[in-house]
């Protein structure tokens, strides 16, 4: 059964994690070039919807705790990129680098 709660609280805390990032660029004064990324922003969107479901299967058959919602949320896209990094060692970090980006890395990864 879907638990709307463990998505919108897991949402949150992905989100959460996602503003601290901006905030901590915006106090450096340097915006990255992949800041202005539609790709980039869908792909920020993704992660966010991802730690949603991850919520909702973590919270699948047990009781929900909205804190535990916010931190699954918030670890979720940590560990979605320390998988990431593990299947693509050699990926840029950067989209718009002189190899074509994560996002090209990324498809390269199912194009093999």
């Known amino acids: 059964m879907w638990n709307w709660e ?6 949150a ?12 660029v ?3 004064g340097r915006w990255p070039k992949h800041s202005k990324s539609v790709i980039h922003w869908l792909l920020t969107v993704g ?4 730690a949603g479901v991850i ?11 909205p804190l ?3 931190q699954t949320g918030a670890s979720s896209p940590l560990l979605l990129e320390q998988m990431g990094s593990a299947a693509l060692p050699n990926a840029k970090r950067h989209l ?4 074509g980006g994560l996002y090209e ?3 390269g990864f199912f194009r093999h």
């Not at 463990?6 to 949402?11: E, L, R, V």
């Not at 992660?47 to 991802?50: D, E």
């Open 6 to 11: 463990a998505f919108a609280f897991s949402c």
């Open 13 to 24: 805390g992905a989100l959460a994690v996602q503003i601290l990032h901006w905030l901590s």
């Open 26 to 28: 915006a106090r450096k």
């Open 47 to 50: 992660l966010v919807l991802i």
């Open 55 to 65: 919520g909702v299967a973590v919270f699948y058959g047990r009781p929900f705790d």
């Open 68 to 70: 535990l919602g916010i």
């Open 96 to 99: 718009g680098d002189e190899r």
């Open 105 to 107: 890395e990324f498809l």
